[in-house]
């Protein structure tokens, strides 16, 4: 009897032992359980926090760069302002007997062909030969014309840190891409692509020594290649992210919002 109640004692303190080592293995198994899912909240909460960060960073330096409307916009205000200016300049050249004839003729031209006095291949060939003399006429007054471009969208623009009137109105600016600093080189490449100084030192150039065929054709196809490159750049500006253009792209450059 003493043995059999030795016995019973002896596996009653076994399923004692087996218990406690049970629940020492659930309560051991908790903290790893709220360790892991504390982990978890951490990481759900950094990644709430972070992602608004990183969004806002990408539309910073997306607002940056200068809309389609503000480079049009300054292109615009700077041409009218060229033309003035080559206007007021170039007054005292324009003014002779010659090229006041030329004016009337052309004047007559038009007139003739809008009353269906004659044909366009007729109303061609007179405007043609009629812009022909009158670029040389006016060579003078082109030369002038394109001094003034070189000294507005090259000289004052390199030495305003990439602002022309336009863009200062606009409150925009070129810089580089590779340094931020802009070189002369780089604001001399932009201007003969894009603001048509390299036709018109070519259509000069022809005006002079050329005759009226020649001169003809070459301000056909160079007007024309210089209205495609205004259409690819635009196209570029309004679709790319960077808002670059094609001079941009070429001559390292970016047009950016100033900051205020």
């Not at 003014?95 to 004659?118: A, D, P, R, W």
């Not at 005759?211 to 259409?231: H, K, S």
């Not at 094609?246 to 950016?256: A, E, F, N, R, S």
Request: aromatic letters at 8%.
């Amino acid at each position: 009897m003493a043995d059999n109640d030795k016995k019973k004692s002896t596996k009653k303190v076994e399923k004692r032992e087996d218990k406690n080592k049970k629940f020492t293995k659930v309560v051991d198994s908790v903290p790893v359980d709220v360790e892991k899912s504390t982990e978890k909240v951490d990481k759900k909460e950094s990644s709430e926090v972070i992602s608004p960060i990183i969004v806002e960073k990408e539309s910073t330096i997306s607002n940056k760069n200068a809309s389609f409307v503000q480079r049009l916009g300054a292109y615009l205000i700077d041409m009218f302002l060229i033309l003035l200016i080559s206007s007021i300049v170039t007054m005292p050249f324009t003014s002779s007997n010659n090229y006041e004839k030329l004016s009337e003729e052309t004047n007559k031209v038009v007139e003739e062909y809008t009353n269906g006095k004659i044909d366009m291949n007729t109303y061609m060939n007179r405007v043609s030969s009629i812009s022909y003399d009158m670029a040389r006429e006016t060579g003078l007054s082109s030369i002038i014309m394109i001094a003034v471009y070189v000294l507005y969208f090259i000289v004052y623009q390199y030495y305003k840190k990439g602002q022309t009137v336009g863009k200062k109105l606009m409150k925009i600016r070129i810089e580089s891409t590779d340094s931020g600093e802009l070189s002369i080189n780089a604001m001399l490449m932009r201007s003969f692509i894009i603001n048509s100084i390299l036709v018109n030192m070519i259509v000069l150039t022809v005006s002079i020594v050329g005759n009226r065929y020649v001169y003809t054709t070459t301000v056909t196809v160079f007007q024309l290649i210089q209205y495609m490159v205004l259409f690819i750049t635009a196209l570029m500006v309004l679709s790319r992210k960077d808002k670059r253009g094609l001079h941009d792209i070429i001559c390292h450059t970016k047009v950016v919002n100033v900051e205020v």
